[in-house]
């Protein structure tokens, strides 16, 4: 069964190790075989992997576009052990990750990756938001 793929006008999408960019009119593709595929949306450059989650997506994303690539999987190796140590309690995630990828697949890594992008923001958020509702220190005298 083929894969089915809406493009917005301009968007682009991996394929392979080739870009597709898009006219500027919506376009409907459908891919058989297998290859990787990412959406634009998707897809994160060492410039937008800006924190230890996005390092971690990052790796996967480029085991994912190069099976053969050890340096992806060393990275990732290091990356997620040193996540899990600054964040226990995303054991759960970094399990998941790390089971899709011993069975090869590496797309559903891909997506157990967004989840602790989504999980790591959250936590940010709330240590942000106790930052800004702890008295200054003025206030404790």
Same mark, same amino acid.
């Given at each position: +069964?083929?894969?089915?793929?809406? @493009?917005?006008?301009? /968007? ?21 075989g297998?290859? !990787?595929? &990412? ?8 410039? $937008?992997?800006? $924190? ?9 994303? @480029? +085991?994912?576009?190069d ?10 190796t290091? @990356?997620?052990?040193?996540?899990? /140590?600054?964040?226990p309690?995303?054991a ?7 089971n /899709?990828?011993?069975?090869g697949? &590496? ?9 602790? $992008?989504?999980?790591?923001?959250e ?8 930052? $800004?509702? @702890? !008295? ?6």
């Open positions: +069964m083929a894969l089915k793929v809406e @493009l917005k006008p301009g /968007e682009k999408l991996l394929v392979g190790n080739c870009i597709i960019t898009n006219s500027d009119q919506r376009t409907r593709l459908f891919i058989e297998r290859a !990787p595929i &990412l959406r634009e949306k998707d897809i994160l450059t060492s410039e $937008t992997a800006t $924190t230890p989650a996005k390092r971690i997506y990052l790796a996967i994303q @480029l +085991m994912y576009i099976e053969d690539s050890d340096a992806a999987r060393t990275a990732y290091e @990356l997620s052990r040193d996540f899990l /140590e600054a964040v309690s995303a759960d995630i970094i399990n998941q990750i790390n /899709e990828i011993l069975t697949a &590496l797309y559903k890594a891909l997506k157990a990756a967004q989840r602790l $992008t989504e999980y790591e923001q936590l940010l958020s709330h240590a942000s938001a106790r930052r $800004t509702s @702890l !008295p200054a220190d003025d206030e404790n005298r």
